[in-house]
Each structure stands twice: as C-alpha cells, then as structure tokens.
C-alpha cells in the first residue's frame, strides 16, 4: 500500500485574476505564498518520505514553501503538469471548461484523457518503486481529478462535478490511496 497526500499549489497571480495558467508557469500571489506557509504549519506534524510536484512554477514554489526547513526530497516531475489548454493557457477562466474536453482536445493542447494517461503512468511507477511509503504530491487541479478517475473509480463526470473547488471546500490535503 502506499498513501498519497495530494496538495494544490497556492493562488497564482492569473487565479486572483481569474485567468487559467495550464501550462504557463505562473506565480504565486502573496496570498498563495502566505498559504504555502500556513499549509507548512498545519502539516509540520505529519511524515512524508518524498514529495513530488509539477515542474511548472507555482506548484515547485508552493512544494517549497508547505516543506520548508524539512529534511523531504522534492522532486518535479512533469507527469503531474496541469492539463495543456493549448490557446487557452492564459486565458479567462471562463473560457476553459472541463466537461467540453474529456476525450476532445484544448485548441492545440490535450485533453482529460491525456492527463488521466500521465497519471496512470505515474500511479505505475509509485507501485513499482515506493511500496509502503508515505508521499505528498503538490500539483493541480487536472491531476488531481485523474487521481479520483484513476484511484478512486470516478468518471471524469463525476469527478468534475465534485470537485471540492465547485464549494471552495479546501483542506489541508486529500489522501489517496494505492493498493
């Protein structure tokens, strides 16, 4: 068994602008490095083996900041990127709708499907190489989605449609687990 702790990166300077970053780096707001400390403190208890995250900016930075002063290795890996939303990335939040691209691609970028693929591949390597460990992952919002369809059964559907930031129901992580 291995448990995973997934963490979403803090506010961005696009999300206060209600803008949609994908596979831009952006970065953090000073409300979203605030939440990187805040988060190091309500965590500072619990033990990790490793922590992974995006290589995109704002999740290596909030990784940084929630891990801070820890004797954890953080390693990026591209697998756990946000969904490319091609033209979008950058653009209103408004604009990028999740249930439209499931299995259809972003204009020029991927789809639901792709993010869901890059997460099966990374669930595949946890199981061959971390059995019995403890994990955090800081990532986004598209990976962790694949996280509900591919380890918790869901449909991209459901899993859209109960995503936590539908209610702004954060919590200091959400655990999932590999069998």
Same mark, same amino acid.
Request: glycine share 6%; with cysteine.
């Given at each position: ?14 999300? +206060? ?9 952006? %970065? ?9 400390? #805040? ?9 990790? $083996? ?15 900041? &929630? @891990?801070?002063?820890r004797d954890i290795e953080i390693i990026r890996d591209t697998r756990l990127r946000e969904c490319n939303y091609?033209?979008? &990335?950058?653009?209103? +939040?408004?604009?990028? $709708? ?5 299995? $259809? &691609? @972003? *204009?020029?970028? #991927?789809?639901?499907? $792709? ?9 595949? @390597?946890?199981? #061959?190489?971390?059995e019995g460990k403890k994990i955090a992952i800081v990532a986004h919002r598209a990976p962790q989605l694949a ?9 991209? %559907?459901?899993?859209?449609? %109960? ?8 919590? *200091? ?7």
């Amino acid at each position: 068994m291995i448990e995973i702790i997934y963490f979403v990166h803090g506010t961005t300077t696009d999300n +206060s602008l209600k803008l949609s970053t994908g596979w831009l780096d952006g %970065e953090l707001s000073d409300k979203g490095i605030m939440q990187g400390v #805040e988060l190091a403190q309500k965590i500072k208890n619990q033990h990790f $083996d490793i922590v992974f995250c995006s290589d995109l900016i704002r999740a290596v930075e909030s990784a940084k900041l &929630n @891990f801070y002063n820890r004797d954890i290795e953080i390693i990026r890996d591209t697998r756990l990127r946000e969904c490319n939303y091609g033209d979008l &990335n950058g653009k209103s +939040s408004s604009l990028v $709708d999740y249930s439209q691209h499931i299995y $259809d &691609n @972003f *204009p020029e970028g #991927e789809s639901l499907k $792709d993010v869901e693929s890059r997460i099966k591949d990374f669930v595949k @390597f946890l199981k #061959e190489n971390f059995e019995g460990k403890k994990i955090a992952i800081v990532a986004h919002r598209a990976p962790q989605l694949a996280l509900e369809v591919v380890l918790n059964g869901k449909t991209w %559907e459901k899993a859209i449609d %109960e995503d936590w930031r539908k209610t702004k129901s954060w919590k *200091p992580g959400w655990t999932y687990i590999i069998k």
